[in-house]
């Protein structure tokens, strides 16, 4: 079976086929970056139109360079994100599925970020502990199967790569922020400030990020305050102690989540897990453990039409399907997701480009 995925969720494109037989035959990605960057952050209305003119597109030009016309079935990502670039892909999945004759799926997102790992070559066998950090997201699931997810943890206000974001432009850095913050860390030095690691003092898995940029902007303030600062210098000292607040935190929300349910396998997903740090703590935090920790490559981290095509067949070989309409939610929890019977098969995985 071979199905289209298609992500407009937030401010990436994102089109890819993935076939059952062959793996991923091939993914495209437009970033809205620098669009919204003389804002500083994502213009929904922007968005909205950017999808409108990118879809199409970029779904012609994979299926160009896939060399074939046929699909089987069409996903497209319908929740949860900005309502009107979820409706954009929607409606545009939901008519190809139509005019072609064959089903359609909408995707939940978080649930593409977490079966994304299972893209690689040798991905994560059920079940696993998914740590889910996005933009919108931070959250700890136990996952038993495709749609069996239990959220252990949730972020309690600002996600992961929303404190990353906001700290960033506090910083004085270009949108987005995330990435750049991760670059001027390394230059930083890691025994100057220690910020706290919030919630990690008390029992649960939930997480609580807002403090931290607060904490960011104090310690700049002061920082900027005493005579013959280096100013360049101060800033990448505060992004390095931030980072390291942040990873040491999920980190250890981490290890709590393993030992509580028992299962020694770590999914991380979501733009953040990116973060290079992140993956070398997490990494020899489950070797430590007795574990293994497993993610997608940087390219699936963040947003991206691969994830969405392959959370659609996972459910569209298992006879799932939209009726004739569409829509999109914004707000959509995860535990309400239908689970797919039987067991999930792994597919074919790996990646093959023709
Ligand atoms: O999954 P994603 O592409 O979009 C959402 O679903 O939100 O995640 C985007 C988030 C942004 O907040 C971005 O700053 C963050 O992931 N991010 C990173 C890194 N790369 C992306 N944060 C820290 N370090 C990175 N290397
Ligand atoms: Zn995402």
């Known amino acids: 079976m071979r199905v289209l995925g298609i992500e407009t969720s937030c401010d990436e494109t994102g089109v890819a086929i993935y076939d059952s037989d062959q793996g991923l035959m091939g993914h495209l990605l437009h970033s809205q970056a620098a669009l919204h960057a003389e804002y500083g952050g994502v213009v929904p209305e922007l968005a909205s139109r950017d999808h409108v003119r990118k ?14 016309e046929r699909i089987d079935g069409v996903a497209y990502t319908c929740g949860p994100g900005l309502v009107g670039a979820l409706l954009v892909g929607a409606g545009i999945g939901r008519s190809l599925a139509w005019a072609r004759a064959v089903p359609a799926i909408g995707v939940h997102h978080m649930e593409g970020h977490l079966l994304a790992p ?7 066998a059920f079940p696993f502990v998914a740590l889910l950090v996005s933009g919108g997201h931070t959250q700890l699931v136990e996952a038993q199967g495709v749609g069996r997810y239990h959220l252990l943890g949730d972020s309690l206000d600002d996600a992961a790569g929303e404190a990353f974001d906001k700290t960033a432009k506090l910083l004085g850095l270009p949108y987005p ?7 001027l860390a390394l230059q930083g030095d890691p025994d100057r400030f220690r910020f706290p690691r919030p919630m990690t003092d008390r029992p649960g898995l939930d997480f609580s990020f807002s403090g931290l940029k607060t904490f960011a902007l104090n310690t700049l303030k002061r ?4 005579a013959s600062v280096e100013e360049v210098q101060l800033k990448a000292d ?17 290890r709590r989540a393993v030992r509580e349910t028992g299962i020694p396998t770590l999914v991380l997903a979501g733009g953040v897990s990116a973060n290079r740090s992140l993956r070398r703590r997490i990494g020899a935090m489950m070797v430590e453990q007795g574990g293994r920790a497993f993610y997608p490559r940087p390219e699936f981290c963040t947003d991206n039409g691969a994830m969405i095509a392959y959370a659609g067949w996972q459910r ?4 799932q399907a939209e009726p004739l309409k569409f829509g999109a939610l914004p707000r959509w929890p995860l535990e309400t997701l239908p689970p797919v019977t039987p067991d999930p098969v792994p597919g074919r995985s ?3 480009y023709r």
């Open 238 to 254: 505060i992004a390095r102690a931030f980072e390291e607040a942040v990873v040491d935190t999920l980190v250890i929300k981490c």
């Open 55 to 68: 879809v199409l597109p970029l779904v012609r030009e994979l299926l160009g360079q896939c060399g074939e």
């Open 316 to 319: 569209l070989r298992a006879g």
């Open 350 to 352: 790996g990646l093959l």
């Open 223 to 226: 920082g900027l305050s005493e």
């Open 118 to 124: 299972l893209l690689e070559r040798s991905g994560p």
């Open 177 to 183: 922020g995330g990435p750049e913050l991760a670059r």
